[in-house]
């Protein structure tokens, strides 16, 4: 009680620029720069990305910075253009996922009906599935076309988002404001919309950064096994897994991409801490 | 104040500063004689918990304390190393919240043997864990140690803490807020224990509290706290029966008593915050005998009669504070005609589903809510009262039984009813900090419903808003701001604007003014006052307190168990209880007046035995 009321004496301070401040600023300049390689990118490339310029496994010297791969393409080129497939691809998987999960999570959670269970237990299903299998299945089945490995990843995906938004539903659904909108007879979709929805954002964000880097992962393995986008696409899954064998001839050609991806999760995982520090102090009050 | 009986405790010279500045505490001198309780009463935020928590030496993060003296049981505690070392030994502290304080996976046997261990050694066997618990009177058998907290009341999760606090027999016990969250029956239960321990064990205590009513039961004197200093202290009687400080006296006048009807009188503005104090009497911008010196320098906290102290400088002007007549000779309502009845709630019964069976929480309640007049639903937790508001608001499905709001029974859920009806009955929840949504702004949580129900067009709530804040004594601006932003009492109020602006008939009020500091209920229960006669909104109010029932209300329902035992006029009901329940429920209640009573009876409360 007494610290309820204490919460709300003073209108809490936006803290200056403090450590937490800092890991957007840091968060938001590396995505901008990842973002910016991944358009970009392809127009400052000194190669082609598909031409052998010389001999494989090449360690860096002047001509390329970052040596040859396994073909003697160039490393530096193909990081460079092969921002493009993971990036979006990868994005438009998550937004996939967090669509479909959002509104099964939302339904189940405040539908206290039949509907609850039928929903859950459905994605229950699909959480049972160890995720690179469902993956392949679904792969194998329909091709691997850029729109099958989005719709693929956000179907192995969705499930644990659901879960995340409905017991986040469940928990919100029982708060005063949506009582009330209830007791005014509020659609459910406006109680959804208003009420319920701009409070589980902060669960939904802090999740993001996992998943975005789940998704990157998924989409990076089916490539590595050879089935979803083929050689010799630049991509910076594809290019650590089959520049795996030169590791100790030029470590460029696998650390440069692997380095590009750990910053684009680092990167999203900042932005979205941050974002969840913002969201929080005017959520829940505890 | 020398001699006889020993001084247990002495701080003098308190401070705790904000690290960022600012004070949280300032100078503030605690003195406890053995065998004494001292009741620190205070607002939220006026530093009570700080200022016990300093003389532990334990401080939040973003605090540093200092301080001039701390003598326990003539130990000179110099630095925070002593300190640390003291608690438990020479002073411990007894929790707000008991559930969250016991480990919920350690037995309580063990619980109280680790304290007995960490104090003296496994070796000395002098006090076992049946002791401890017999001391608080709790069973002392095996089987009911063996238990978890979670399988304990929470009146016995609390006695747990107390033996704990006990254990190592220090001369100074701290409770913060005790009995907060227990119900009447079993805080006057632990109150009067507490009295026993002290005079058996000669024990000192320092009872923080914001109640009034609770603390002029059992304690010996009282320290009033505001804004971080202490504002008046002096024995229990003469600081209730005759405040002196016009904060103190502002506390006494608001606090409500089931056994009088009087209106209560509330403080104009509100508490300042850590921060932006002012230079003078932090009281003076509400201060209604204030001079231009107290704007510019800060009075002594002086000696007006023996062991009296106040911090102010016109003391001798506070008035009296008026008390009204007892309960029973009230002739009020007026016997004119009748006034029509907006909701009549016929054999109502409500159930909730769980696997298997269905529990009934309410069964055969009937009332009826006349326009403009006030029903109160009085009963503890669990009784079904918050239920039974949900039901009439169309949020819990009816079992059995009628609802009608004039002359129309009303569909079971919300969603059923039509747009008019919904508009007629408003519900206000209990937490403030839930009540309204974190993301829409006051002004669009207010003009949300005019929208909805009344239809009304954007421009036109805005104006609406505006117009209900006024209504709630809120100043434009408000309508801005995020609820994060608001102080408990801005956000009932808000969400009352919220019931208002529909234009409703009936107004359901849970627990609206349970989380509220008194100054801030008093208020509250002001406005809704005045709703009612400007408006004629008609309020069932739903309330354990029966204080605040004897304020508000002209009827009155005692509910236990999903059933009422006793309704009736607010004066006889209270006056002169006819069930056994009512009656037990009304001699556990603490009551300012019944104290200030005895003690003009007894010519002064009990002097400390040496």
Known sequence: MATAIAHGRKPRRRQSLGFYGAGLVVGVVLLVLLVGVAIFGPLLAPHSSIQTIGVPAKPPDGSSPLGTDFLGRDVLSRVLCGGRSTLFLGGAATLLTYLLGTSVGLIAGYVRT??????????????????????????????????????????????????????????????????????????????????????????????????????????????????????PTADWGLMISENRDIISGNPAALLAPAAMLALLVISVNLVGDALVRRLGTSGDQR | MNGSP?????????????????????????????????????????????????????????????????????????????????????????????????????????????????????????????????????????????????????GQQQRVCIAMALAAHPAVVVLDEPTTGLDVVTQDRILSELVRLRDEQGVAMLYITHDLAVVSTIANRIAVMYAGRIVE????????????????????????????????????????????????CAFAARCPQVRSTCRTSLPELAEISPGHAVRCFESARTPLVAWAESLKPRDVPPAEVPPAEVLQVERLRAEFKSRGSDLVVARDVSFAVPRG????????????????????????????????????????????????QRRRIQIVFQNPAEALNPRHTAGDAIARPARILLGQSRADSRQRTRELLDAVRLPAGIERRYPRE?????????????????????????????????????????????????????????????????????????????????????????????????????????????????????????????
Not at chain 1, 179 to 187: D, K, S
């Open chain 2, 6 to 154: 020993a001084q247990a405790l002495r701080a003098r010279g308190l401070h705790a500063d904000l690290l960022s500045g600012g004070a949280v505490i300032e100078d503030v001198d605690v003195e406890l004689r053995a065998g004494e309780i001292l009741g620190l009463v205070g607002e939220s935020g006026s530093g009570k918990t700080t200022t016990a928590l300093s003389m532990f030496g334990y401080h939040e993060r973003a605090v540093k304390i200092r301080f001039a003296e701390i003598t326990i049981s003539n130990e000179h505690l110099t630095d925070q190393k002593l300190l640390s070392k003291a608690r438990g030994r020479l002073i411990s502290y007894v929790p707000q919240n008991p559930g969250a304080a016991l480990n919920p996976s350690m037995r309580i046997a063990d619980g109280l043997r680790d304290i007995i261990e960490a104090h003296r050694g496994p070796a000395d066997g002098s006090t076992t864990a049946a002791e401890m618990l017999e001391r608080v009177g709790l069973p002392a058998d095996r089987e009911f140690g063996r238990r978890f907290p979670h399988q304990l009341s929470g």
């Open chain 2, 373 to 420: 007049g006030c029903v109160a639903l009085v009963g503890e937790s669990g009784s079904g009262k918050t239920t039974i508001a949900r039901v009439i608001a169309g949020l819990h499905p009816l079992s059995a039984g009628r609802i009608r709001l004039g002359d129309v029974a009303l569909p079971s859920l919300a969603r059923h009813r039509v747009t008019e």
């Open chain 2, 486 to 610: 608001l102080s408990g009492g801005e956000r009932q109020r808000v969400a009352l604007a919220r019931a208002l602006a529909a234009g409703p008939d009936v107004i359901l009020c849970d627990e609206i003014t349970s989380a509220l500091d008194v100054s801030v209920q008093s208020v509250v229960l002001e406005l809704l006052r005045d709703l009612r006669q400007d408006l004629g909104v008609a309020l069932v109010f739903i309330t354990h307190d029966l204080a605040v029932t004897a304020t508000i209300a002209e009827r009155v329902l005692v509910l236990r168990d999903g059933v009422i035992c006793e309704q009736g006029p607010v004066s006889e009901v209270l006056g002169s209880p006819r069930d056994d329940y009512t009656r037990r429920l009304l001699d556990a209640a603490p009551s300012l007046s019944a104290s200030i009573e005895a003690w003009e009876r007894a010519g002064g409360p009990p002097a400390l035995s040496d």
């Open chain 2, 233 to 280: 202290e002096g024995p229990a009687d003469q600081i209730l029966r005759r405040p002196r400080h016009p904060y103190t006296r502002g506390l006494v006048a608001s606090t409500p008593d089931h056994r009088r009807s009087r209106a209560l009188e509330s403080m104009a503005g509100t508490a300042v915050g850590v921060g932006d104090r002012p230079e003078g």
């Open chain 1, 114 to 231: 039949a509907v609850d269970p039928l929903l859950m237990r459905s994605v229950d299903v699909l959480l049972a599935f160890p995720a690179l299998l469902l993956m392949l299945l679904f792969v194998t089945a329909f091709g691997g076309s850029a729109a099958v490995l989005v719709g693929g990843v956000a179907l192995v995906l969705f499930p644990g988002v659901a879960r995340i938004v409905r017991t986040a539903t469940l928990e919100i659904s029982t708060r005063g404001y949506v009582e009330a909108a209830v007791a005014r007879g509020e659609t459910t979709l406006a109680i959804l919309r208003r009420e319920v929805f701009p409070n589980v954002l902060g669960p939904i964000v802090a999740d993001l950064g996992v998943r975005f880097g789940w998704s990157i992962i998924l989409i990076a393995s089916v490539n590595y096994l050879g089935l979803g986008l083929q050689p």
